[in-house]
């Protein structure tokens, strides 16, 4: 048990000297990086700033270190890669990871993105190595140089931990312990490939590493958690109004010793304090760090108080030039491979949709996905689907009327645009009856339709006067022109976020002999090349009554 309760002081940016018998550890973290070279904007108490940006987080880090030369750790807490500019995710972000080696990052938890693009790409980001598809965009890409921690992702097959749970960081003499963990449905959501792992209760892990460091004599204890919350109504990022959200629970469970917990994944800024733990997030995408230091007892390695607060990363300062120049080499090299040809189009496919919901971009990426794992070695498909939203669609194709020759090329960016999440295809036996409940389930428990794009040859009519859940009439739910049979077997092919029930797809959590071995854009230019040009898919796959 800590003894002294921690005191958080909000919006302080100076340190106390610390007593003879006790030293000063500073903790400069943030959350949910994503490759995060842009500049922004960020709220401050005199309003938006100009803020963020790698290159400045770096320098803003540098700056604040000076205060604490030898006393002082860098720490994120997940998402440090995906969902980012395009430039890194043609690079699939090998950049981002070199601007955090650049940083001297100490350690991170993972997060939900790490696993975007499945589980041997993690390990890629990682531990180095080239993509296999694409090459190393930098060269010897070496991975992370500071560890991913994740306490509680388990490898089902053996119950043990698949990632490090923490490390132990000795700092001026004090054993520092950094425990990390994502949120626990987090692999359950990712749109990467399958894996035996499983993520378990956030607290539970926490309690049971703060019990093994504190049983090795380590009695600092920080904890990096991907998941977070939000302030009710909202609120400046050194406030803490009605702090809402996963993380208040969580928080509440942790065992006393915890002394820090710095978390992320909501993009909402709070400095808050539960029972008794400063609890930190920024906004994300570089535009504020976090600082807290704690003053340790020599003597029982206990923290005796804390200060916290967040720091927006203003551009008041020298960038980092080592990053700026990283940075430059990512556009120029990225786009490069953003311009390389893929194939021609000869009309327009646009994600508007009809009164029934279909969208030719949705059926085109439907007929793509059914194209590239229809051969009985990428699964035999029969039917392929195109969700509008989760892992969906991020938006048109348009021939550009320039009156150029060549305005209607498509490129692989144009292409990485159109289908720009990185899923993995996942091919999978349902039944008759479970394909009627998976068109059911776009209306049913959902807040909004989600009317899915369908391959060329499915074809079905719902009535939109009946109530949701049962909409569609079995008998107009066809396969090329044939019935589906309640009891026949039909092979699917779904991404891989709504194949592991995302949007509320449950049903297809059921799919059996399930097959991944294409992603979403490989199938959508492979498609587009073997079609080239590419000609828009007629509308009347689904009908619509009332």
Known sequence: MRNLLMALVLGSTSLLPARADAVDIQLLAFNDFHSGFPTSFATTPNG???????????????????????????????????????????LHDEPGIQALNLMRLDASSVGNHEFDEGLAEFRRMEKGGCHPIDGCAIPNFKGANFPYLGANIVDTTTGKPALTPYIVKEVKGVKVGIIGVD???????????????????????????????????VRTIVVLIHQGGGQTGGGLPNQCNNLAGPIKDIVQRFDPEVDAV?????????????????????????????????????ATGNPTSAKAENITVTHDIKPDPRIE????????????????PV???????????????ESTVGHALADARLFATSAPDNGGAQIAIQPPYGGGIGGDLIVNPTGNEMSNLVTHGKALRVQPFSNMLVTMTLTGAQLERLL??????????R??????????????AKPACDKIDPATIKLNGTVVDPAGRYRLTANSFIATGGDGF?????????VEKVRDIEAFESYIRARSPLAAPALGRVTRVN
Do not use: F
């Open 183 to 217: 949120y626990k449905n987090a692999l359950k959501e990712a749109p990467g490939p399958t894996a035996p792992l499983e993520g378990r209760d956030e607290a539970e892990a926490v309690n049971t590493y703060a019990a093994e460091l504190k049983a090795k004599g």
């Open 48 to 90: 938006p700033v100009p803020a963020g940006g790698a290159a400045y987080l770096s320098a803003h880090m540098d700056r604040l270190q000076r205060d604490n030369p030898d006393g002082t750790l860098r720490l994120s807490a997940g998402d440090n890669i995906s969902s980012s500019t395009m430039n890194a995710t043609a």
């Open 343 to 357: 194939g021609l189009l000869s009309r327009d496919l646009t994600a508007q949709r009809n009164a029934a919901g």
């Open 262 to 298: 710095i978390s992320g994944h909501t993009h909402n800024p709070y400095n808050c304090l539960i029972n008794g733990i400063p609890v930190t997030q920024t906004s994300a995408h570089t535009r504020e760090l976090t600082r807290i230091v704690l003053t340790v007892d020599r």
């Open 440 to 449: 059911e389930q776009q209306w049913c428990g959902q807040s909004t339709a």
């Open 325 to 340: 120049a990283l940075r430059a080499r990512t556009d120029a090299q990225g786009q490069k491979l953003l311009d390389r």
């Open 451 to 464: 009317v899915l794009g369908v391959s060329e040859g499915l074809t079905y009519t719902y009535d939109n």
């Open 506 to 514: 449950s049903v297809l959590t059921e799919g059996t002999d399930r």
